[in-house]
């Protein structure tokens, strides 16, 4: 089945130690989105990426990284520069071309907690 | 820029009873609209999409939106509410490309809750 896998579900990390959140798509898509939630926020967009070896700053970067080196893979780390990296996130991707208002698709989320 | 506002965030009505979801965005271009439902620690699914064609939007799960450009609002309604419509529910704006090329701008997201 084609979908969108994020592992682990659950993460914890101790304060000061970078930690990398994995994501896998097999849906052909082109463009992939990591997007962090915390209660009553919304979603905030962190990075994302449009084609391979290329990505874009989202409103909230700081403190992450992303890298893009296959079309089905973009794992995010989130680094000790982090100053709360406590929060839900969540991995989408995107078809691109072909009719405007293209709806993104989502992964299951990973949990970070740091203790 | 563009934002979105989402007018509730908790709404509780009956088994049976209609819903209705509020939300009002605004943007400089002619956007695309979405709304996601997110059950509890699950990833988001989308229930519909507005793109420029019929203003009156069906979705899945009896779910359906109306885009009003007077009134820069994109409100979510179902005729009678089941039990399994209790979730987080995310108004969503597409960037300036029109699609979610460049990623997308969420509401906060209006808390379901159904009263048996």
């Known amino acids: 089945d084609g979908g969108i896998t994020q592992s682990p579900k659950y993460l914890f990390r101790k304060e000061g130690q970078n930690v990398t959140l994995s994501c896998e798509q097999n849906?052909?898509?082109?463009?992939m989105y990591w997007y962090r939630q915390d209660p009553g926020q919304g979603l905030r967009l962190i990075y994302y990426?449009?084609?391979?070896?290329?990505?874009q700053k989202g409103d909230i970067a700081e403190g992450y990284s992303v890298s893009r080196e296959k079309k089905e893979s973009f794992p995010l780390t989130v680094t000790s520069a982090q100053k709360n990296p406590t929060a839900f996130y969540l991995c989408?991707?995107?078809?691109?071309?072909?009719?405007?208002?293209?709806?993104?698709?989502f992964g299951p989320g990973t949990r970070l907690t740091v203790l | 820029a563009q934002s979105v506002t989402q007018l509730d965030s908790h709404v509780s009505v009956s088994e049976g009873t209609p819903v209705l979801l509020r939300c009002n965005y605004s943007?400089?271009?002619?956007?695309?609209l979405f709304w996601y439902v997110q059950h509890p620690n699950k990833g988001l699914q989308l229930l519909l999409k507005y793109t420029s064609a019929a203003t009156l939007v069906k979705g899945i799960n009896g779910f359906e939106a109306e885009f009003k450009k007077s009134e820069t609002s994109f409100h979510l309604t179902k005729p009678s509410a089941h039990m399994s419509d209790a979730a987080e529910y995310f108004c969503?704006?597409?960037?300036?490309?029109?699609?979610?090329?460049?990623?997308?701008?969420f509401g906060k997201g209006t808390h379901l809750i159904i009263q048996p």
């Open positions: 969503v704006v597409s960037g300036e490309s029109g699609g979610g090329a460049d990623g997308l701008t």
């Open positions: 990426s449009q084609i391979v070896n290329d990505f």
């Open positions: 989408a991707s995107l078809p691109l071309g072909g009719v405007t208002g293209n709806e993104q698709f």
């Open positions: 943007s400089s271009y002619s956007p695309s």
């Open positions: 849906l052909n898509h082109d463009a």
